[in-house]
């Protein structure tokens, strides 16, 4: 038999379907003590959540979200996934992967995400919780549902490797498993500390990150992780100065800042070989030595914040610094 949380939930979404609204629930839990290592509380973008026990029926919202769980091994804690869009999960949580229904390739409607009668919800982008899918983090603690943002998208100034770290304890103290998550850091820190020793003193590369646009280039600016990822594989993002994480330039400031590597941000549509026929046939980029390529590649599973991310500065470093690697 289902919590009887769930049960409210589920009646909540009869009631979607029958009235068009729902019914809020209380979010008190069961009674009894907190398990081991609860209660843990979650000051998250501005909604505080205390957990007395770890979350039993998880829904991920976005690639990196799903990714990270799956990385602390609790897919047996997951009842669905969404928004990958055709983008293949990584290949080390396939198989665990698999075990976890699907709830839509995009997002999920607010119907989509009750029937699976979810007790936490994890997005690891804003679109998660946006008003156009129906499930706020307003509306889903009216349901009774714990949710949680990934903090990138809500935080002031830059965003780095140290807030990843920071979120994969936090999250693997919400599931009771903080040992798992200290395991996970420690080897993210050791892959990244390989990478610098191998890099050494090298000289950064100016590098521009091609995300979207014909008209005007849309790139990463500070506060993106993306940044952070450049400078540990041996580059400089030239849009640093910018003080967003995502924002538009011009071709000309493109060409003025003369970069020697275009990274392109990889969603899959537009395609990789499309974003790059679009810099070849921009006149304002006419000659610039990065053109001629190679075009190295960051997916945007990668480029989110998530155990992946380290995935992404070992390739991005043996691209810019191939003599570094041999």
């Not at 229904?101 to 009668?117: F, I, N, R, Y």
Request: net charge negative; proline share 8%.
């Amino acid at each position: 038999m289902l919590p009887a949380r769930l049960r409210v939930v589920g009646a909540a979404l009869s009631l979607l379907l029958l009235a068009g609204c729902g019914a809020a629930v209380t979010d008190a839990p069961a009674g009894g003590a907190p398990a081991a290592g609860f209660p843990v509380v979650d000051d998250n973008c501005g909604v505080t959540t205390t957990y007395t026990a770890p979350p039993t029926r998880a829904v991920t919202l976005t690639s990196n979200a799903t990714e990270l769980l799956l990385e602390l091994g609790v897919e047996r804690s997951m009842v669905g996934t969404a928004y990958l869009k055709n983008r293949p999960i990584g290949e080390r949580y396939a198989a665990a992967y698999a075990t976890v229904p699907v709830l839509a390739p995009g997002q999920p409607s607010l119907e989509q995400l009750l029937a699976a009668e979810p007790d936490f919800v994890y997005s690891g982008y804003p679109d998660g919780f946006s008003e156009s899918s129906g499930h706020t983090r307003a509306r889903l603690a009216e349901l009774g549902i714990d949710s949680h943002l990934n903090p990138e998208s809500c935080r002031e100034g830059r965003s780095g490797f140290e807030d990843l770290f920071g979120e994969t304890t936090r999250i693997g103290a919400i599931f009771g498993v903080p040992e798992r998550a200290e395991r996970s850091v420690e080897g993210m820190r050791a892959r990244l500390d390989a990478v610098a020793a191998r890099l050494g003193t090298v000289e950064p590369v100016p590098v521009f990150v091609y995300n979207s646009g014909t008209d005007v280039p849309r790139t990463a600016g500070g506060r993106a992780l993306l940044t952070d990822m450049i400078e540990r594989a041996g580059g400089r993002n030239v849009f640093a100065d910018l003080d967003q994480r995502w924002g538009e330039v011009s071709w000309e400031q493109v060409a003025r800042r003369a970069p020697a590597v275009v990274l392109i941000y990889d969603y899959l549509d537009p395609s990789v070989e499309s974003k790059i026929a679009t810099l070849r046939a921009t006149p304002a980029l006419a000659g610039l030595p990065a053109l001629a390529g190679p075009f190295p590649t960051v997916p945007l599973s990668e480029a989110q914040p998530g155990p992946r991310s380290v995935d992404a500065v070992e390739r991005l470093a043996r691209e810019l610094h191939p003599d570094r690697f041999r």
